[in-house]
Each structure stands twice: as C-alpha cells, then as structure tokens.
C-alpha cells in the first residue's frame, strides 16, 4: 500500500521560514517524482514544486522560484520543500504526490496523494 505523510506545516509570520516534509512507503520511490501542491479552501491544487527521485531535474512555479527549494533523500524516502521569505498569499493546505509522467505540473498526473499539511502566514 502506497502511503505519504507530510509535516511540518503550521503558522509563520511574513518573512518567515517552514520546512515541510513528504515520507513516502510502499512503492520504489527511484521510479518516481515526487510534487508538491498546494490548495486554497474551495480551489483547485496548484503547482508548487517537483522533484525526479533519479538525477537532479526539480521544477518550480514561477510564483515560488527562489523562495522554495524542493530536495530529497532517497535513503529515507523522503522529500522536503523549504519555504523561505514566505508571504500571506502562500497560505494554503501543502500536499504531496507521487507520478510516473513526464508532465509533472499537473496534478491529474499523480496518482497517489498525501494527507496534507496547513501553513498560515500572517502579515
């Protein structure tokens, strides 16, 4: 059974730092990206960041680029996003996903989904 889990979310003033984490089990993560979205209440997810398990090819939305940085460690099976100069508008529930596709924007390309975590920022 495929399962991911994040954490690390919670409240930040602007100008703050978070680091969320995605373990992911169950499945050979070498095969597969891993992304996070991110959703507001009554929206759709939104790309936030992507990472290939095998060499070093991450992806960005532009909104984010330079302030997030997406890594991993294949030994825990884990992926981490750090968020950085966070601003209000980044408020939002952050989830993970794995995906075998080459389009990894997209969140109709994942098939597997993490529970969520919240990050609240305040001015």
């Known amino acids: 059974q495929v399962q991911l889990q994040e954490s690390g979310g919670g409240p930040v003033q602007a100008g703050g730092s978070l680091t969320l984490s995605c373990a992911v089990s169950g499945r050979t993560v070498s095969r597969y990206a891993v992304g996070w979205f991110r959703q507001l209440l009554g929206k759709g997810r939104e790309f936030v960041a992507a990472a290939r398990w095998s060499g070093d090819n991450t992806y960005y939305a532009d909104s984010v680029k330079r302030r997030f940085t997406i890594t991993r460690d294949n030994a825990k099976a884990t992926v981490y996003l750090q968020l950085t100069n966070l601003e209000p508008e980044d408020t939002a529930a952050y989830f993970c996903?794995?995906?075998?596709?080459?389009?990894?924007?997209?969140?109709?390309?994942?098939?597997?989904w993490g529970q969520g975590t919240q990050v609240t920022v305040s001015s």
């Open positions: 996903g794995t995906s075998a596709a080459l389009m990894l924007t997209l969140y109709r390309f994942y098939d597997y």
